[in-house]
């Protein structure tokens, strides 16, 4: 017999949440660092794990990869299960030297060539912002635990694999010079919009995993055990 999917209810998940795009990562997170841990969901194969860190209830939860995912299972977070912040954490190719392979990156704006604002809300604008009070809440956990934070605006990409082009400059040297993107993901502009939508908070701590500028790549052990960093200081915060 099959297992049957969890479904969160009311109240399942705490106030603050933290996203990873693996579920795999959620869990490890939650095995790692969370006290007092129980599944709160498995639906659609995005687990969801409540716990505590330091006395202070938080929940994990995978997100899926690229905009439309994050956009649904943020919206229903921040909408349906009362949760008021959201902090992603992820991986990340770097645009530059400055940021090296393991540096942690806090997100201060995600500029995209993607729809999802405007089709979802109206918002035609091509970047989307971070609460500024959950960044400070971040900068704060990282100035206590001695973790050093990149800041700067991130790409939030729609196409994972682009084809190449002989244009020069790249798009990616554009997006580096012209509107100051450290890096690219693919997820926050849509999970930014979506807080911005609903009056909530969302933030985004990224790892440099590969670079642009660098051969260097991390393996897969590495982006799944390896980035804890950004993962202390989202859990280190004070909500």
């Keep these: 017999m099959a297992t049957p999917h969890i ?17 795999l990562r959620a869990k490890f997170i939650a095995d790692t660092f969370l006290k007092d841990v129980r599944q709160v969901t498995d639906v659609r194969g995005m687990l969801g794990f ?8 938080i929940s994990v939860m995978g997100s899926g990869m690229g905009m439309p995912s994050i956009g649904i299972y943020s919206y229903e977070l921040f909408k349906f299960y009362d949760v008021d912040n959201i902090i ?9 030297a400055d940021a090296k392979l393991f540096d942690t990156v806090l997100a201060t704006g995600a500029v995209s060539e993607s729809n999802y604002a405007r089709v979802q ?8 912002f971070p609460s500024e009070t959950l960044n400070d809440k971040l900068r704060a956990s990282a100035k206590k635990q001695g973790i050093k ?3 700067g605006n991130i790409h939030s990409s729609d196409v994972f694999y682009r084809q190449p082009s002989d244009a020069k400059p790249t798009y990616w040297e554009l997006l580096r010079d012209e509107r100051g993107c450290l890096c690219v993901e693919m997820e926050s502009f849509a999970l ?18 590969d670079s642009f500028v660098s051969p260097e790549i991390t393996t897969a052990e590495q982006r799944q055990k390896s980035f804890t960093d950004m993962m202390k200081v989202a859990l280190g915060a004070e909500y």
């Design 7 to 23: 479904s969160a209810e009311k109240g399942d998940f705490a106030k603050t949440v933290l996203m990873p795009g693996d579920p």
């Design 50 to 57: 409540t716990g505590t860190y330091e006395g202070r209830p």
């Design 88 to 96: 992603r954490i992820g991986s990340a190719g770097s645009y530059t």
């Design 121 to 128: 809300s109206g918002n035609d604008h091509d970047i989307t």
């Design 149 to 151: 934070l990149i800041e």
């Design 192 to 209: 930014f919009a979506n807080a911005e939508v609903l009056g909530k908070n969302a933030a985004c701590l990224l790892t440099i995993s």
